[in-house]
C-alpha cells in the first residue's frame, strides 16, 4: 500500500464531480496532493482550474483515474479501454495507509440498515467508530481516528473499478438479480460484489451466507470465512427489546452483526442491551403511522421485488402500492405472499410491465400515482371493512419516472397517507 507521501508522486483524473468526486477533490486539498485534474460531463464551472482542457491526453496520461461510482466506463469508449487504471474514493482510503480497522458491507439488500447496526452497536459497546460510502457520508469525508473501526458500505458500482479494498471485516449479505442494465450479466455483477474479499490475507475474517459459501471456497480466498447462524440469532431474539426487530424482515442481517460481536467478543447481554435502542432507517419497511385499524408502512428503498418479497412476508391484509422504474428481468413471484394481498395499486410510467406479471393472479387497479392511489385505497377499506389494514409502499421498482429519488418518493407517499387518512377516514 502506498502512502500520503507516496501518492503525492502520482497523477490523478477526478472523473465525475458529484458527491464522491467533490470529496475526493477535497482529499487531494487537504493532503497536498497537487497532481490531479478534473472532469465532468456535464458541470464545467466545478474547480475551473483544474478542469482538463484535453481530456484524451489527461487519461492516457494519468497514473489513476478515479472514478464516482455513478459512471459505467462500458459506456464511455474513452474510459473502457483505461480500466487498469480506474479506482475509487474508496481505493484512495486504503492507499493513504491510514490506521484503522475496516469493516465493508455489501450485497443486493439489507446493506444500508447492516452498516447501520454495526455502527450502533460499535459505538453503544465504546468502540470509536464512523459510517460512510454508499449510505451516504463519501468515505473520503470521514474524520478516522487511529484505531478506529470504519464501517462502508459498498455499492456493486464502487466495487466493479476498485483495485485495492481490503477489509479487516468483509461482509457480502445476499446476492439476486439487480444493475444488470449496468453490469451487463449477473457474472460481472457477482464478480464486483466479490471483490470485497479479493486482496484479504489470512489473518482478515469474512461474512457471507450458505449459498455463498461454495463460491467463496471455489475462489480460494484467504481470509477466515463465516457463515452466519440464523438460528443462533433467533435464541436471543426474544430477549431484544426492540419492536423494530421483532419483525422477521431484519433476521438475515442481525445474525451477520450478531456474528460479528461474537468475533470482536462483545458479550451477549452487551449485544441485546445495545440492539435494543437500535431505530431502523427510514423508507426500510418504516411503519410510519397507525390510526384506527390501519397500519401505513413505507418501504420506498424497495426497488426489486426480491427486496419488497420480505415486506409482503411480514405483513397481513395488504393494499400493495406497485409501480416505477422496473429492473432488467425483474421478475413479480407471488409464491408465499399472494394470501397477503388485498389489492394492489400499479403507479408509475411503466404499468404494463407491472399488470402483465399480476393480472389473474390479483385483485388492481391502475391509479397511476400516489395522491389518486390513496384517494382509492381509503375508498376501498370502506369496501371491505376488515378488522385491520395495511396500506403499503413496496414499489419493486426505482422511482426516477417520477421522483428524484427513493427518499422523494417514500417523503411524499407519508405526507399524502397523513393528508388523505383525514378527509376520506
Not at 431502523?280 to 420506498?300: A, Q, T
Amino acid at each position: 500500500m502506498y502512502s500520503i507521501s507516496k501518492l503525492k508522486e502520482l497523477s490523478f483524473l477526478v472523473y465525475g464531480l458529484g458527491l464522491s468526486g467533490k470529496s475526493v477533490v477535497k482529499f487531494f486539498k487537504k493532503n497536498k496532493i497537487n497532481n490531479y485534474q478534473v472532469w465532468d460531463d456535464k458541470q464545467k464551472d466545478l474547480f475551473k482550474k483544474k478542469r482538463t482542457t484535453n481530456l484524451n491526453k489527461i487519461l492516457n496520461n494519468v497514473d489513476y483515474i478515479v472514478l464516482s461510482p455513478g459512471i459505467n466506463p462500458i459506456k464511455k469508449k474513452n474510459l473502457i479501454k483505461y480500466k487498469k487504471k480506474i479506482i475509487t474514493d474508496i481505493d484512495l482510503l486504503y492507499l493513504s495507509n491510514k490506521d484503522f480497522k475496516s469493516i465493508v458491507v455489501t450485497g443486493t439488500n439489507g446493506k444500508s440498515t447492516t452498516c447501520k447496526l454495526i455502527s450502533h452497536l460499535l459505538k453503544k459497546n465504546n468502540f470509536k467508530v464512523s459510517l460512510g460510502g454508499n449510505i451516504g457520508t463519501p468515505i473520503l469525508d470521514l474524520e478516522i481516528k487511529k484505531n478506529s473501526f470504519v464501517v462502508i458500505e459498498a455499492s456493486s458500482f464502487q466495487l466493479a473499478y476498485s483495485q485495492f479494498i481490503c477489509p479487516d471485516y468483509s461482509f457480502l449479505l445476499n446476492i439476486t438479480t439487480d444493475h444488470l442494465d449496468w453490469h451487463g450479466n449477473i457474472v460481472n455483477y457477482m464478480n464486483s460484489k466479490l471483490k470485497i474479499f479479493t486482496s484479504q490475507q489470512k489473518h482478515q475474517f469474512a461474512f457471507t451466507n450458505s449459498k455463498l459459501k461454495k463460491i467463496f471456497k471455489k475462489r480460494n480466498f484467504q481470509s477466515q470465512l463465516t457463515v452466519p447462524n440464523i438460528t443462533s440469532y433467533k435464541k436471543i431474539k426474544k430477549k431484544i427489546k426492540n419492536h423494530y426487530l421483532k419483525s422477521s424482515i431484519n433476521d438475515e442481517n442481525m445474525s451477520f452483526v450478531y456474528a460479528l460481536s461474537k468475533l470482536l467478543k462483545i458479550k451477549k447481554k452487551n449485544f441485546i442491551k445495545a440492539v435494543g435502542s437500535f431505530v431502523g432507517l427510514p423508507h426500510r419497511y418504516e411503519i410510519f403511522y397507525k390510526k384506527r385499524n390501519i397500519i401505513f408502512i413505507n418501504d420506498s428503498k424497495a426497488t426489486s421485488f426480491e427486496s419488497t418479497k420480505y415486506a409482503l412476508l411480514n405483513s397481513k391484509n395488504i393494499y400493495w402500492i406497485l409501480g416505477g422504474l422496473p429492473k432488467k428481468k425483474d421478475k413479480i413471484i407471488l409464491l408465499g405472499v399472494k394470501k397477503n394481498i388485498i389489492k394492489c395499486y400499479l403507479v408509475g410510467k411503466n404499468i404494463n410491465f407491472f399488470q402483465k406479471q399480476i393480472q389473474n393472479k390479483l385483485k388492481f387497479s391502475i391509479t397511476k400515482n400516489l395522491k389518486d392511489t390513496l384517494i382509492r385505497i381509503f375508498k376501498d377499506i370502506k369496501l371491505f371493512d376488515l378488522k385491520l389494514n395495511t396500506i403499503l409502499l413496496s414499489p419493486a421498482a426505482a422511482s426516477y419516472d417520477q421522483f428524484k429519488n427513493f427518499k422523494q418518493r417514500g417523503d411524499k407517499f407519508k405526507k399524502l397517507s397523513k393528508l388523505y387518512l383525514k378527509k376520506y377516514v
